[in-house]
């Protein structure tokens, strides 16, 4: 198998390689500029990665991958116009360096270029991708919204949290390996599998992101400590607490949380980061992180595939969770 590294230069190289030349420029413009913005590229690069694993050659994954790729960004330039957001990767978000009418058609236009590279691929091949990749993009969406309505919610439960995070981020991921799995043409169980493994690791990706958004190190995260709890988001991290809160710790909680706009920002991102570790929902957090990282792991002890490609996988996970890639 090849290194990560390598996926990711593969992947890197094509998407630089894509001329988006068409007319009217201002639609294709900032295709380019939110692709030239990079990121991690997590998704193609296990697109590539199953691909290889499952015997197959990840040269004819490029555009699957491209099309995962793609549909991320795309989703990535329609949140940031939900969220008002100023910057994405340390850059003008589309909409404010266009504008919000350009952001909403160019990030259309993305969705149906993606959806155009499965075209490359011989018609059963063709209809399995794009079968899964419907299933998935309608999945984020409900996830978007599911997201959207929690914000106006006081009954939200752990368990619809999950199932929010679970389509907005994990099937994404899970997709990606199941796309490879289905360019190798393994067997059907072989990507029912590798599609569980994406799912609960992608479950745990985004835990560790919601823990790590209170109790990182801002200088690796990469974004401001607290903003979920500036921003009122229901995360693991307020729910648990709410369930295990005394009276007195519940209703203080629930005060912070009612407010929009606070006086002492610093104050109260110490305070509610002091009720998490009262009522011992950050060690909740990281133990269910742990439940659904450990999970991913047992799918691959009993993947039919080679111990080094297994152990690729596990490496992959390690760097994942990890935030070293």
């Not at 690796?220 to 709410?242: H, P, V």
């Not at 799918?299 to 595939?305: E, F, N, W």
């Amino acid at each position: 198998m090849q290194s990560i590294a390598k996926y990711k230069e593969q992947i890197a190289d094509y998407l630089n390689s894509i001329q988006l030349d068409g007319q009217p420029i201002e639609l294709y413009e900032p295709i380019s500029y939110i692709l030239s913005l990079g990121g991690k590229q997590i998704r193609p690069i296990l697109t590539l990665m199953a691909t290889d694993v499952f015997n197959g050659d990840p040269k004819k994954s490029i555009y699957a991958a491209t099309a995962i790729e793609l549909f991320h960004n795309f989703s990535l330039m329609h949140d940031d116009i939900m969220d008002d957001a100023p910057l994405r990767r340390g850059h003008q978000t589309v909409h404010e360096k266009w504008n919000i009418n350009t952001a909403i058609l160019s990030g259309d236009a993305m969705l149906i270029l993606a959806y155009q590279y499965f075209e490359h691929y011989e018609p059963i091949i063709f209809r399995d991708l794009a079968k899964l990749f419907s299933q998935t993009a309608i999945q984020v969406c409900e996830g978007q919204q599911y997201d959207i309505c929690f914000e106006g919610r006081s009954d939200v439960e752990i368990e619809q949290y999950i199932k929010m995070i679970q389509y907005k981020t994990a099937v994404l991921v899970a997709a990606a390996l199941k796309m490879g799995a289905i360019v190798a043409k393994t067997t059907q169980e072989n990507g029912e599998q590798i599609y569980n493994f994406g799912l609960n690791l992608g479950i745990a990706f985004q835990l560790l992101d919601d823990h790590l958004d209170a109790f990182g190190d801002e200088t690796t995260f990469g974004k401001r400590i607290g903003g979920d709890i500036l921003e009122n988001k229901k995360t693991f991290l307020y729910l648990k607490a709410l369930e295990q809160a005394n009276p007195a710790q519940k209703e203080e909680l629930m005060q912070f949380y009612a407010t929009v706009e606070c006086a002492n920002e610093e104050q109260k991102i110490k305070r509610v980061k002091e009720l998490f570790v009262e009522t011992g929902s950050k060690e909740a957090s990281l133990n269910l992180i742990q439940q659904y990282t450990e999970e991913a792991l047992h799918i691959l002890d009993v993947l039919d595939i080679a111990d080094d490609k297994k152990q690729m996988l596990r490496l992959f996970s390690k760097e994942l969770m990890n935030r070293q890639m």
